[in-house]
T-cell receptor
Framework: GDSVTQMEGPVTLSEEAFLTINCTYT??????LFWYVQYPGEGLQLLLK?????DKGSNKGFEATYRKETTSFHLEKGSVQVSDSAVYFC????????????FGTGTKLQVIP | DAGVIQSPRHEVTEMGQEVTLRCKPI?????LFWYRQTMMRGLELLIY????????DSGMPEDRFSAKMPNASFSTLKIQPSEPRDSAVYFC????????????FGPGTRLLVL
């Protein structure tokens, strides 16, 4: 079945450092790929998405490129801020069928001043 | 739009009691999902509905859990009887249509069973 594997956390970075959170997936066909973010005490919210190979999703300075050849969707940001401290979830959805989304286990990011 | 609304936000109950969690999805969304989040197991999909019909309930842990969606604007997740291991944050999410695939999450209900 479909699965998502993302790097273990927590990840601790200094403010203005470069961020990479790795995500790889296993799926049949051409899934849509997502990054969700969860701030403390809140629900998940969509950060960015990509629906086909080589698409780049971007939002709030975060980027991720859909790489079908490596089945990856790594999240990057050039300069993190303290306000980016949160848990980040990589996810995929099957292109057919219903709206079910498979989530990764989440990676906690802590940015220190 | 008010977003997905969940109530209560916090619930503390004693083992053996019935617990009912409520969710109002975003108006016009066709899909509704119930998730459970714990430190040990992460985010788990319990059940989801399409146009008020349950599609997949394979994630429901056991018969003590039940979910209903009597109309397009309301869903409940019931635990009877509750146990301490049910303590978790329960999220409701909704999704607008088949093509979008984006899910919109509510703020969650934090449940503590003593």
């Amino acid at each position: 079945g479909d699965s998502v594997t993302q790097m273990e956390g927590p990840v601790t970075l200094s403010e203005e450092a470069f961020l990479t959170i790795n995500c790889t997936y296993t799926a049949t066909g051409y899934p849509s790929l997502f990054w969700y973010v969860q701030y403390p005490g809140e629900g998940l919210q969509l950060l960015l998405k990509a629906t086909k190979a080589d698409d780049k999703g971007s939002n709030k300075g975060f980027e991720a490129t859909y790489r079908k050849e490596t089945t990856s969707f790594h999240l990057e940001k050039g300069s993190v801020q303290v306000s980016d401290s949160a848990v980040y979830f990589c996810a995929l959805s099957d292109p057919g069928g219903y709206q079910k989304v498979t989530f990764g286990t989440g990676t906690k990011l802590q940015v220190i001043p | 739009d008010a977003g997905v609304i969940q109530s209560p936000r916090h619930e503390v109950t004693e083992m053996g009691q019935e617990v009912t969690l409520r969710c109002k999805p975003i108006s016009g969304h066709d899909y509704l999902f119930w998730y459970r989040q714990t430190m040990m197991r992460g985010l788990e999909l319990l059940i989801y509905f399409n146009n008020n019909v349950p599609i997949d309930d394979s994630g429901m842990p056991e018969d003590r859990f039940s979910a209903k969606m009597p109309n397009a604007s309301f869903s409940t997740l019931k635990i009877q009887p509750s146990e301490p291991r049910d303590s978790a944050v329960y999220f409701c999410a909704s999704s607008p249509d088949r093509g979008s695939k984006t899910q919109y999450f509510g703020p969650g209900t934090r449940l503590l069973v003593l």
